[in-house]
């Protein structure tokens, strides 16, 4: 029989894994941030959507992850993958919907998340949450202003 607490264990565990994401094999924060991709193409056509779903998953974000750590028995474990989501779909909500700056957007981000730049990997430090989601927050600034540098250059040079 699940017990109440077994059941807050599994409903934590499926949030901070985008609904089990995190345990697919080799790279699971591609895998998180393909969710994230997911999420935009299935509510990018209404602004509204978007933004609710982005601020819900915003919040679950910086709630599940500290209490997954927990459940893991390790910080920031690999299997977490709703700050990757979080931090492709504000990527996504920065800039233009166009193939080719979401395409440069995602590869992007997921470089500088992988790198960590100052101050990502200082943030990451911070306690629970807040440091897991927040190296994303700052992948997904640098994420943004790469592509719009990118696409600059594109379109003058």
């Known amino acids: 029989m699940i017990t109440p607490r077994d059941m807050r264990k599994i409903l934590i565990k499926a949030i901070a894994t985008f609904f089990f994401i995190g345990y697919l094999p080799l790279v699971p924060g591609t ?3 393909l969710g994230g991709v997911l999420v935009y193409f299935l509510v990018r056509h209404n602004i ?3 933004l609710a779903v982005f601020a819900v998953l915003l919040a679950l974000g910086f709630y599940a992850p500290g209490e ?4 893991f028995g390790k910080k920031d474990d690999k299997r977490i993958v709703i700050d ?3 931090g492709i779909l504000l990527v ?3 800039i233009p919907p166009d193939k080719i700056s979401l395409i440069a957007g995602f590869i ?3 470089l ?3 790198l960590k730049p100052y101050p990502a990997r200082k943030l990451e430090a911070l306690p629970r949450s807040r440091g897991i989601m927040a190296d994303d927050i700052i992948a997904a600034l640098y994420s ?3 592509v719009t540098f990118l696409s600059l250059f594109i379109r003058y040079f």
């Open 92 to 94: 996504y909500l920065m």
């Open 48 to 50: 509204y959507l978007f």
């Open 112 to 114: 500088f998340d992988a």
């Open 31 to 33: 895998w998180g941030s």
């Open 68 to 71: 997954a750590e927990k459940i």
């Open 84 to 86: 990757e989501v979080c």
């Open 144 to 146: 943004y202003a790469a």
């Open 108 to 110: 992007i981000f997921r």
